[in-house]
């Protein structure tokens, strides 16, 4: 019995923990739509893969994750930093330790919250929006998140702490306001 086991288990293990990751398949949906190796919790602590084909696809995910309340706080702010990280240009992301601050003063008041379906529709586009260059002002955009947060009920404080940190992933990936978005070409003097 042991025998028949242990050679299920040499047979499953493998592909359970392989470190290599699942090959990548061409989508033409869009330029980020390579398919990205994510790892969920499953039932008796075990990580199972999952795939998901976009990143804002896993924010989505991330945001409905949240508002069920089905995880730890901890971890869905990784998570929620993770997805923010792919959603940026590669030449401007901003500091880790700086994504981390926000998402885990998000998640925090967050969690277990029912916002209403063009609440997390707003919030999702604030963070599509901030982890990308755009014309929009940072204080503009950070207008639009704390209202979204208010009215689905964060003490007005609390949302204070949070919109703090949203600028700064902002200014990070984007500059602040008073910095052009492109650099001024030089004049030629005559």
Not at 76 to 87: K, N, T
Not at 134 to 148: D, E, I, K, P, Y
Request: charged letters at 20%; glycine letters at 6%.
């Amino acid at each position: 019995m042991r025998i028949g086991m242990v050679s299920a288990l040499s047979v499953l293990l493998p592909s359970i923990y392989s470190p290599r990751p699942a090959a990548a398949q061409f989508n033409p949906a869009g330029p980020q739509s390579v398919r990205q190796d994510e790892f969920k919790q499953a039932g008796g602590g075990l990580r199972l893969k999952q795939v998901s084909s976009t990143p804002e696809q896993s924010l989505d995910s991330t945001l409905v994750t949240l508002k069920e309340g089905r995880a730890s706080q901890s971890r869905l702010s990784q998570e929620l930093a993770h997805v923010m990280m792919r959603l940026v240009e590669s030449n401007q992301q901003p500091p880790w330790p700086v994504v981390v601050g926000f998402t885990n003063k998000l998640t925090r008041e967050l969690i277990g919250k029912q916002p209403n379906s063009a609440q997390t529709t707003a919030m999702r586009e604030c963070i599509l929006e901030v982890m990308r260059r755009t014309g929009t002002s940072n204080a503009g955009l950070a207008s639009r998140l704390q209202q979204t947060l208010i009215s689905i009920g964060i003490d007005s404080s609390k949302t204070q702490l949070v919109v703090r940190d949203f600028i700064a992933v902002r200014e990070a990936v984007q500059g602040p306001d008073d910095s052009p978005l492109v650099k001024p070409t030089p004049l030629n003097p005559r």
